[in-house]
């Protein structure tokens, strides 16, 4: 039975019912989706597999490539994070480290350099329709899904904010006025625990219905500190997802609400595992180790250089928390829909890193970040199924960011650094703050020339404001010299000057646009073809400092960088056979990225010996270009049986970018004697162009198979089992393994170079369920192999270390898991 979300009575021909819900399918943001539906609170096909639902079959009359997660696979499979449907979803990485420094990644393309404090995501979010911009938002549990999907290429022509890349979209189940309570428990390796509970049903019938769920994620880390005794990279958050909706006449309204906090060891997704080991490219090595050093200044020897077992000083938690609260209004208007979305979120994160490591105390570094954002977005949709398919929208948008990056000494940081004023508790500070206003137009329309050819025009005008500043200021101790004293002593050790760069801003007149026709060749086969053009505005350098030559004060960085434009071009096939029991897609795209957001050298700055400076900033690199393969299937090879697939070749290069940074194994001080290096200077930038980027791999691919089969009654009625045992049972297994080719995770140009070889991450779990789906019960493994690869997180997988710090490596995030799910519905 289908139940919709309206009353109909007095609207002619039900016109209401085929309109109102274009807020389950333009959150997606794309103009070829711009079209309406009937908003369903209580399934059409919840008697289907996964592979035949509502949002699958759609995207199949999509001219764009489009990988969905269905709520079925999702609940079947225990994906719960990002990352859990990245493994689902090629060609999509999100980055995962911590709540700030997460990258996520669309065709190899994420943020270019830095964090998302200041600089916006070629890779967009969203969630019900709103996007969400800051990266903080993304760090949560999405236990009640309705869809997760990828939307490629330029975003914004039919709603939410401009993206150049594309967007990762997330559709939550709507309240029903069918009562419905789910109750979830899940037990695992590394005494984990997670709890939810998704409950639904009518306050007032017909009219007023809610939805709740909520989660508690609890468990061990996999990596024990030998000081403290914590387990690193654990789990420890929770979350509640509220939901009404209310059902008039002529419209519906949704109000949203979203609290969860983490409070997790997650700030240490890397480890010591060597001492230094660096050899620069002209023959020389720094002076001493870490390990001589340690010695030398500190009179210790080192305790571990085991990755799995730091000893480290002072560790903490990251603590973050989340307010997220939005309301969607479709009221009918005629024949056609107006759309109200109003939006607000804060992020808030306090990391607490350590002090250092094998028991040093000398100083930790950490960025405190507070987020929020305001958005405004009004829609007017014409009708489907007519022969021109129109949208039109405004949308309004503010995001405030303020980071306060802190560089605390410790009590070794005196002998560390051989200066007597620099004692524990003095403070290298910095707030970096970030402001980005925009006010934009868009609309998009679908002509169906005849019953075969349609084309989808549409056009974006945003104008957009960022500005920000930096301010940098120190924390003295009482008594300890005069000012003057206390500054030398807190640069000595790395730290930083007084200074204000004052408010910076540019403004932004961007463009986004995209022609988008397509053909249906047969009942069958659909072509289609897509130019689309993107364009963002320049990111705001929160960590902008200001360069000096001894006392005498240079320049400041740049704080707004120039714009990026990006021109997508795509040609696609789809292919539905057999009313969706095969599936066969592919898509060919080529994407020029002009003015690409990443770190960039500045060497007009010269020191007192007229050596050029080596300063990095972000910037921004001519040219870079993505272009690639994808493609997606699915195929029911027998009754109950599902085999899907899909997979990308990617080739993520840099064009034009001759001033990139230069390898830490180019920045010797010690000029060589003998050798062809003898006599040469380090270099300051060198050239990347025309090289591939890092991290991305070229060829990658996921493949999984369900099945489900009927096993009858486990006892009958005359055994006296009841209702309860009587209940036909169906048998369910499933297996997916996500694939990728070799990555080189050292930049090209180091002295030693690393490639993370070929990995595979298997899942697979086995269960039993009631044939309505009122209980389950599965057992399950995550990362069969246990396959631990070393992975780039925005930083060198692979560190060889320096005189000051060891060589460090950065880890997967998730080794072997193993536990069981019991789930009962009422």
């Given amino acids: 039975m289908v139940l919709v979300v309206a009353r109909s009575i007095s609207l002619r021909g039900g016109a209401f019912l085929s309109m109102v819900a274009s807020i389950s399918v333009l959150g997606a943001a794309r103009a070829e989706d711009a079209a309406v539906q009937d908003v369903i609170v209580t399934s059409s096909d919840k008697n289907k597999p996964g592979e035949l639902s509502k949002r699958k079959t759609q995207v199949q009359k999509i001219p764009r490539p489009i990988v969905v997660v269905d709520p079925k696979t999702a609940q079947r499979e225990q994906l719960y994070r990002l990352e859990d449907f990245a493994q689902k979803i090629p060609n999509y990485n999100p980055g995962s480290g911590n709540p700030r420094t997460a990258r996520p990644a669309i065709r190899g393309v994420s943020a270019g350099a830095g964090t998302g404090d200041g600089a916006e995501f070629d890779t967009g979010f969203m969630i019900d329709n709103v996007f969400w911009k800051h990266v903080g938002f993304q760090w949560a549990n999405f236990i009640d899904i309705d869809s997760a999907e990828v939307a490629l290429g330029p975003q914004g022509t039919a709603g939410g904010k401009n993206t150049t890349v594309g967007s990762f979209v997330i559709r939550t189940q709507l309240p029903s006025f069918e009562r419905k309570t789910t109750f979830e428990t899940q037990f695992g390796s590394y005494s984990h625990v997670l709890q939810q509970v998704n409950t639904t049903g009518p306050i007032i019938d017909d009219r007023l219905a809610y939805r709740i769920a909520a989660y508690y994620d609890h468990g061990d880390g996999w990596i024990t500190d030998k000081v403290s005794g914590a387990t690193l990279l654990n789990n420890n958050r929770w979350g509640v997802r509220g939901q009404l909706l209310y059902v008039g006449d002529n419209f519906t309204d949704r109000l949203i609400f979203n609290i969860s906090q983490s409070h997790e060891y997650n700030n240490n997704a890397s480890g010591p595992y060597a001492d230094t080991f660096q050899t620069y490219w002209n023959g020389t090595r720094p002076g001493s180790t870490y390990a001589q050093n340690v010695a030398s200044r500190l009179g210790r020897s080192l305790l571990t250089l085991d990755p799995y077992s730091p000893a480290n000083t002072d560790q903490g938690t990251l603590d973050q928390r989340l307010h997220m609260v939005s309301n969607e209004l479709n009221v009918n208007i005629g024949e056609n829909v107006f759309t109200s979305i109003s939006a607000y979120g804060n992020f808030r994160l306090l990391p607490r890193n350590q002090q250092g490591n094998n028991l040093t105390e000398i100083s930790k570094g950490a960025t405190d970040t507070y987020v929020d954002q305001f958005s405004q977005e009004f829609r007017l949709t014409s009708p489907r199924d007519q022969p021109l398919e129109w949208q039109v929208g405004f949308f309004g948008f503010y995001d405030y960011v303020w980071n306060r990056n802190n560089t605390i000494f410790g009590g070794d940081a005196a002998a560390w650094f051989g200066n007597t004023h620099l004692l524990r508790g003095m403070a290298s500070n910095r707030d970096g703050k970030a402001r980005d206003l925009q006010l934009a137009a868009y609309g998009n329309g679908t002509y169906h020339l005849d019953d075969q050819l349609s084309v989808t025009l549409g056009l974006r005008d945003s104008w957009e404001v960022r500005s920000g500043s930096d301010f940098s200021w120190i924390t003295l101790v009482p008594g300890n010299g005069a000012l003057e004293q206390q500054q030398a002593a807190i640069v000595a050790g790395g730290g930083q000057r007084f200074f204000d760069t004052g408010g910076q801003k540019s403004t932004l007149n961007a463009l986004t646009g995209l022609f988008n026709p397509q053909y249906k060749v047969t009942e069958n086969v659909m072509a289609y073809g897509l130019v689309g053009r993107g364009e963002k505005a320049g990111a705001v350098n929160t960590a902008a400092q200001a360069i000096f030559v001894g006392d005498v004060f240079q320049k400041f960085q740049p704080i707004v960088t120039k714009p990026e434009v990006s021109w997508d071009y795509e040609v696609g096939v789809k292919t539905v056979w057999n009313e969706g029991r095969l599936v066969l897609n592919g898509n060919f795209y080529w994407n020029d990225i002009y003015n690409f957001q990443t770190n960039f050298v500045d060497a007009s700055i010269l020191d007192g010996n007229g050596v050029p400076l080596r300063q990095t900033y972000l910037g921004v690199a001519p040219h870079a270009r993505l272009r690639g393969f994808e493609f997606d299937g699915r195929w029911n090879a027998f009754e109950g049986f599902w085999f899907n697939y899909s997979g990308a070749v990617v080739e993520a290069r840099w064009i034009d970018f001759d001033d990139a940074p230069v390898d830490a194994s180019w920045t010797w001080t010690t000029i060589a004697t003998t050798g062809p ?150």
């Fill in 677 to 826: 290096f003898a006599g040469l200077r380090a270099p300051v930038k060198v050239s990347r162009s025309n090289t591939r980027f890092n991290a991305v791999p070229t060829f990658q691919f996921n493949v999984g198979a369900n099945y489900e089969t009927k096993l009858g009654r486990l006892f009958d009625e005359a055994q006296g089992g009841g209702e309860w045992w009587t209940r036909p049972l169906v048998g369910v297994a499933y297996v997916n393994v996500a694939w990728q080719d070799k990555t080189q995770v050292t930049n090209p140009d180091a002295v030693y170079t690393y490639w993370q070889p070929a990995y595979a991450i298997a899942n697979l779990g086995l269960g039993v369920k009631t044939e309505d789906e009122s209980v389950s019960l599965n057992a399950w493994v995550k990362n069969l192999t246990n396959q631990i690869p070393i992975v780039n997180t925005g930083a060198t997988a692979i560190d060889p270390g320096t005189a000051t710090a060891p060589a460090t490596v950065n880890f997967y995030r998730f080794p072997r898991l193993i536990g069981g799910t019991l789930r009962f519905s009422f």
